[in-house]
């Protein structure tokens, strides 16, 4: 026996843009949390972070949901929630890592390759 359905049009709606809706909802939402922590010196930056924490947001949100096989979280309001949790959890880790590689990166501005490789094989004997 088929399971009823409810076709309203918020019902419909929910069920189509939900996860998609919190997605998007919590991305912007760290990455308004991450630009408070540490404000952007520059436009350039700021555009930077922005769309690094969404891009790690989502990706590591939706790896998360795969693997964990949380899909059938996103059939009720309070799983759409939780997922949404998963995505804002996911954004502040990929901000630090984008901010320290380029900071490192900066750091070594002028050098050539060699020198860089050779730092940090001294770095990693240590």
Do not use: N
């Not at 799983?79 to 900071?103: S, Y």
């Amino acid at each position: 026996m088929a399971e009823p359905v409810s076709t309203t049009g918020a019902t419909v709606f929910f069920k189509v843009y939900g996860v998609w809706i919190a997605a998007v909802l919590c991305a912007a939402l760290i990455a308004l949390v991450v630009m408070l922590i540490r404000m952007p010196k520059s436009p350039h930056e700021w555009a930077v972070g922005l769309i690094c924490t969404v891009v790690s947001s989502f990706t590591g949100g939706s790896f998360l949901i795969v693997y964990f096989g949380l899909h059938a979280w996103a059939a009720d309001i309070f799983g759409v929630v939780a997922l949404g949790g998963l995505f804002f959890a996911c954004g502040l880790p990929g901000w630090a890592i984008v901010r320290w590689t380029t900071t490192f990166i900066a750091q070594r501005d002028g050098k050539t390759i060699i020198e860089v490789v050779r730092e940090l094989k001294e770095e990693w004997k240590k």
